[in-house]
T-cell receptor, first 114, second 114 residues
Framework: AQSVSQHNHHVILSEAASLELGCNYS??????LFWYVQYPGQHLQLLLK??????LVKGIKGFEAEFIKSKFSFNLRKPSVQWSDTAEYFC????????????FGKGTRLHILP | DAGVIQSPRHEVTEMGQEVTLRCKPI?????LFWYRQTMMRGLELLIY????????DSGMPEDRFSAKMPNASFSTLKIQPSEPRDSAVYFC????????????FGQGTRLTVV
């Protein structure tokens, strides 16, 4: 079955620092990939998604992610974080030919110091 | 559309009691997912429905858990009897189609079993 690994459970950065959150998935076929964000006390919201085409995906709030098929990775990046980016970030995968499930990683808690 | 609506937002119950969580998906969405979020295990898929039919319930932890979707606009997740280890945030999500579409999440139900 497909699975998703997020390497960092908890990340602490200062404002204006650059961010990269790792995500790897296990599935050899075609995938859809997502990053969701959960602000404190709120529900999950879609940050960005990759379906096909350009492997560099732009999302909301200055986030982007790059799909590297050879590495089974979909890392999330932002060049300069803000205090308001404090949240939990989830990577998710949906595998073609398996089923319609969206499987989530365990999440990365990002804390931005003002 | 008001989005995915879950009720109640918070539930505190005593061990052994029956708990019913409710979800109204976005109108027109064919897929409905129930997830459970805990610190230890992250976001786990419990069960999902397509056109009101349960497709995969392999994530349901035990027979104490059951889910129904009597019509396109309503689903329930029931725990009977509840146990303290069931304490978690339960999210319902819906999507327009299966593979390739994003899931929209409700606000979640925070369940505490004492």
């Amino acid at each position: 079955a497909q699975s998703v690994s997020q390497h960092n459970h908890h990340v602490i950065l200062s404002e204006a620092a650059s961010l990269e959150l790792g995500c790897n998935y296990s599935y050899g076929g075609t995938v859809n990939l997502f990053w969701y964000v959960q602000y404190p006390g709120q529900h999950l919201q879609l940050l960005l998604k990759y379906f096909s085409g350009d492997p560099l995906v732009k999302g909301i709030k200055g986030f982007e992610a790059e799909f590297i098929k050879s590495k089974f990775s979909f890392n999330l990046r932002k060049p300069s974080v803000q205090w308001s980016d404090t949240a939990e970030y989830f990577c998710a995968v949906n595998a073609l030919g398996r089923d319609d499930k969206i499987i989530f990683g365990k999440g990365t808690r990002l804390h931005i110091l003002p | 559309d008001a989005g995915v609506i879950q009720s109640p937002r918070h539930e505190v119950t005593e061990m052994g009691q029956e708990v019913t969580l409710r979800c109204k998906p976005i109108s027109g969405h064919d897929y409905l997912f129930w997830y459970r979020q805990t610190m230890m295990r992250g976001l786990e898929l419990l069960i999902y429905f397509n056109n009101n039919v349960p497709i995969d319930d392999s994530g349901m932890p035990e027979d104490r858990f059951s889910a129904k979707m009597p019509n396109a606009s309503f689903s329930t997740l029931k725990i009977q009897p509840s146990e303290p280890r069931d304490s978690a945030v339960y999210f319902c999500a819906s999507s327009l189609a299966g593979w390739g579409t994003e899931a929209f999440f409700g606000q979640g139900t925070r369940l505490t079993v004492v």
